[in-house]
């Protein structure tokens, strides 16, 4: 059972458009996190969300974590060819710390 | 940052080999780590809970005797792959906790592609 959804699995984009990956899930987080992988290494977080209906910006990128803390996005402004990778939403599950993945967002942004 | 290195970032091996990889965490104490396993195009799945001092918890469909576990100290885990076969390949990340002030945050190694010819 895949308690996180991701949506889009894949995006291609031409540089300077706009585009918005979403993370859903029927459960409730106390946190979701964000994380891009580039090829052949392993995923770097962006950000931490932790409260309802929080907005958190990262230059171009916007997180929002839903009131109902069971979704969150990832808007990207004026994406760039640099922002081309492997976008991954990840929550706490049970207990002892692990993560839970939704299935990555492969995103290609073309100059 | 906190830093995770993984060694080594890729490997070779024949069928019916055994290949150990390394996590460590550079500058802080782990006492939990974590083994992820990543086909091409497809996101992390975790294989197992690594404790240091005691055994490692794997998830459902992870044979433990297959995927060993040894968490030797707070700053290395290691993950032996015994008897690879073809179908063992993939890409293994590893990941360590750091116990900030208000929460835990995980940190992902770069990786390990394995794979077994």
């Known amino acids: 059972t895949q308690l996180l959804e991701q949506s889009p699995q894949f995006l291609s984009i031409q540089e300077g458009e706009n585009l918005t990956v979403y993370c859903n899930s029927s459960s409730v987080f106390s946190s979701l996190q964000w994380y891009r992988q580039e090829p052949g290494e392993g995923p770097v977080l962006l950000v931490t969300?932790?409260?309802?209906?929080e907005v958190k910006k990262l230059k171009r990128l916007t997180f929002q974590f839903g009131d109902a803390r069971k979704d969150s996005s990832l808007h990207i402004t004026a994406a760039q060819p640099g922002d081309t990778g492997l976008y991954l939403c990840?929550?706490?599950?049970?207990?002892?710390?692990?993560?839970?993945f939704g299935q990555g967002t492969e995103l290609s942004v073309k100059p | 940052g906190a830093v995770v290195s993984q060694h080594p970032s890729r490997v070779i091996c024949k069928s019916g080999t055994s290949v150990k990889i390394e996590c460590r965490s550079l500058?802080?104490?782990?006492?939990?780590m974590f083994w992820y396993r990543q086909f091409p195009k497809q996101s992390l799945m975790l294989m197992a809970t690594s404790n240091e001092g005691s055994k490692a918890t794997y998830e459902q469909g992870v044979e433990k005797d297959k995927f060993l576990i040894n968490h030797a100290s707070l700053t290395l885990s290691t993950l032996t792959v015994t008897s690879a076969h073809p179908e063992d390949s993939s890409f293994y990340i590893c990941?360590?906790?750091?116990?900030?002030?208000?929460?835990?945050?995980?940190?992902f190694g770069p990786g390990t592609r394995l794979l077994v010819l």
């Open positions: 969300v932790v409260t309802g209906g």
């Open positions: 500058d802080f104490q782990a006492t939990t």
């Open positions: 990840a929550g706490p599950y049970n207990q002892g710390g692990k993560l839970i």
């Open positions: 990941s360590a906790t750091r116990q900030g002030l208000y929460q835990e945050t995980q940190y």
